[in-house]
């Protein structure tokens, strides 16, 4: 419910993005809160607050509570703690790192309904593969090119959208074009997406399952934004994509076989000072 409610914040009203904020600042609270009493809380109607929940998936104000009450009682439940200006330093570390620890038991959760399975048989026959990503994601991009073209495929890294859409306009159909978005909001990502389907290449999304580049992709590992992006750069999102790359691109070499492993042999050969 508290994914739920982070990933739709910004497509809310100003006046039931205050609800969204403060149910995610206190959880606990609203869990047992009355309807008058979180309206109070958060300046706004009572009405406000009804049509917040309907927003977010939910019948009215009593699923709200019974629905945070799951929430709070799984012991994987992620518990929205953003960094604020009035943290202390230790309390800012402390928020980081759980929301890191978080982000990768959320990912790994949602292991057994992810594509590894079709991603790693498609990048295996790939002529190449291109990983693309915009800022932050860019990073994780450069990084997964780093480690994936070691196994013995030619491998890219794009990052900026004029290289992508350039990119998936020429695709062929055994090119794999991953793409990598937070929130999946880019229409220039679902148009790339869109011309290297087209082309007859993969599209493999690592996103928000309920965004426009999800839709687009042939296959989808659905990755839910669990932070508040406004001010600071991605840190835990960011975690999990390079975690679950590192997971496919160990897949990728078992099923490379001695390929993979003649292949990163090789690689870390070619670095050593006997090498020749």
């Known amino acids: 419910m508290l994914v739920t409610i982070n990933r739709v914040l910004p497509d809310l009203s100003p006046s039931q993005q205050?609800?969204?904020r403060w149910i995610l600042s206190h959880p606990k609270e609203a869990?047992?809160?009355?309807?008058?009493?979180?309206?109070?809380?958060?300046?706004?109607?009572?009405?406000?607050?009804?049509?917040?929940?309907?927003?977010?998936?939910?019948g009215g104000f009593r699923e709200l509570a019974i629905r945070l009450t799951e929430a709070l009682s799984s012991p994987a439940a992620y518990v929205h703690r953003d960094v604020s200006a009035d943290d202390s330093t230790s309390d800012a570390v402390i928020k980081v790192m759980d929301a890191s620890i978080q982000s990768l038991i959320e990912m790994r959760s949602q292991l057994s309904a992810m594509p590894i399975d079709d991603a790693v048989s498609a990048m295996k026959g790939a002529r190449q593969i291109a990983f693309a990503g915009l800022g932050a994601s860019g990073h994780v991009a450069r990084d997964a090119c780093h480690k994936f073209f070691r196994l013995g495929i030619p491998c890219i890294s794009l990052h900026d959208t004029t290289m992508i859409l350039q990119f998936a306009s020429i695709a062929e159909p055994n090119d794999?074009?991953?793409?990598?978005?937070?929130?999946?909001?880019?229409?220039?990502f679902a148009r790339a997406a869109r011309l290297a389907k087209a082309r007859g290449a993969t599209v493999i999304a690592l996103t928000s399952p309920d965004s426009v580049v999800a839709r687009e992709a042939n296959l989808l590992f659905p990755c839910q934004v669990i932070?508040?992006?406004?001010?600071?750069?991605?840190?835990?999102?960011?975690?999990?994509?390079?975690?679950?790359l590192d997971a496919v691109h160990v897949a990728l070499a078992l099923a490379q076989g001695e390929v993979a492993s003649d292949n990163l042999r090789r690689s870390k050969d070619a670095l050593s000072a006997n090498y020749s």
């Open 31 to 58: 869990a047992n809160a009355t309807l008058a009493r979180l309206a109070s809380e958060c300046e706004t109607s009572e009405p406000t607050v009804v049509r917040f929940c309907r927003r977010v998936g939910l």
């Open 227 to 244: 932070e508040d992006t406004s001010v600071y750069t991605p840190m835990s999102s960011r975690l999990a994509q390079l975690a679950l």
């Open 18 to 20: 205050r609800v969204g």
């Open 176 to 188: 794999v074009l991953l793409l990598l978005s937070h929130t999946g909001r880019w229409e220039e």
